[in-house]
């Protein structure tokens, strides 16, 4: 067994994207930027915001943080989009989810130029994806591509089987690893929850790919000896033993899938790890105009 160790995965793609930035210093040209911006309080919004401000920092990206507040109508919103849209000095942006009640998300993420939409939230990127053409890929499915990319993993010829089907991880997953390219080529199965014997498709997976967001649901029996298995799900347990009282669990039972497999992802230090270092690597792209020349 191997672990596919995102935190060490994503350290290797921030060194690479802060000398990827130096050189553009070099050149004469402007670091990338990134704007995010955040509406209200919430307060794991403000922790994932303030990462991405920090990963910005480290490799050299200029960052810009909108703060709007709580009552801020969709109009005023959708205006400040249409402003970043319009800024020639920011390359990419993202307006952190969830909204307040009182904002469609799918008329902000859809009023995103798609040039500048890192997110890959964007119904072009998502489309573009799906037919093959240069997209921006959505944190968390670009992370798990690149750990099995940069982990060397054989995908060709193989059965991958997907728990989950949602917009963000499991449809875009599915797309992914069918496509012609490396990761891909896989032959793929999507399950999810009204699968019947669910059991008799992860038994026959090669590469297992779990996410559905229900702690430890993977257990052994369901895996196949030498699998390959990724772990996406990341939900708060509580945990008195623990300094902020919960732990972070996985959708594995990992202690005893783990023996089983060829390679898995640890939870947490693994697929989450990566979705930051997605993020600032679109950023870069977007940068250098490499999707929308
Ligand atoms: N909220 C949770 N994850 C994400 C993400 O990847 N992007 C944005 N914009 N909001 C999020």
């Known amino acids: 067994m191997e672990l596919l160790d995102g935190k060490v995965t994503a350290n290797a793609v921030l060194e690479e994207l802060t000398e990827a930035v130096n050189q553009m210093k070099a050149e004469g040209k402007r670091a990338p930027h990134l704007a995010a911006i955040l509406v209200g309080n919430d307060g794991a ?48 942006f993202i307006v952190q989810l969830p909204l307040p009640k009182h904002i469609n ?27 093959g053409l240069p997209s921006f890929l959505s944190a968390t499915p670009y992370g798990i591509v690149q750990l099995l990319e940069r982990y060397k993993i054989p995908t060709e010829g193989k059965h991958c089987v997907i728990i989950g089907r949602s917009n963000i991880v499991g449809s875009p997953m599915s797309i992914l690893m069918r496509r012609n390219a490396h990761p891909g080529n896989c032959t793929v199965t999507v399950t999810h929850s009204r699968t019947k014997d669910l059991a008799a498709f992860t038994r ?90």
């Open 45 to 92: 919004s403000l922790t994932y915001v303030g990462g991405k401000v920090k990963a910005c920092e480290r490799v050299g990206f200029e960052s810009s943080l909108i703060r709007m507040p709580e009552e801020t109508t969709e109009e005023e919103l959708l205006s400040k989009v249409a402003e970043l849209n319009a800024d020639d000095s920011i390359d990419g």
């Open 105 to 131: 998300e799918d008329k902000v993420v859809q009023a995103v130029a798609p040039e500048k939409d890192v997110d890959g939230f964007h119904p072009v990127n998502v489309g573009r994806m799906a037919l």
């Open 204 to 293: 026959d997976a090669d590469i297992l790919i779990v996410a559905l967001g229900r702690p430890e649901f993977v257990t052994a029996d369901m895996v196949k000896e030498g699998a390959v298995v990724i772990d996406v799900g990341i939900t708060r347990v509580e945990d008195t033993s623990r300094p902020k009282g919960y732990r972070v669990t996985g959708d594995v039972k990992f202690d005893e899938v783990a023996p089983k497999s060829s390679f898995i992802t640890p939870v947490p230090g693994g697929v989450g790890r990566m979705t930051i270092a997605s993020l600032m690597m679109n950023t870069l792209m977007a940068a250098r105009k490499e999707i929308y020349p």
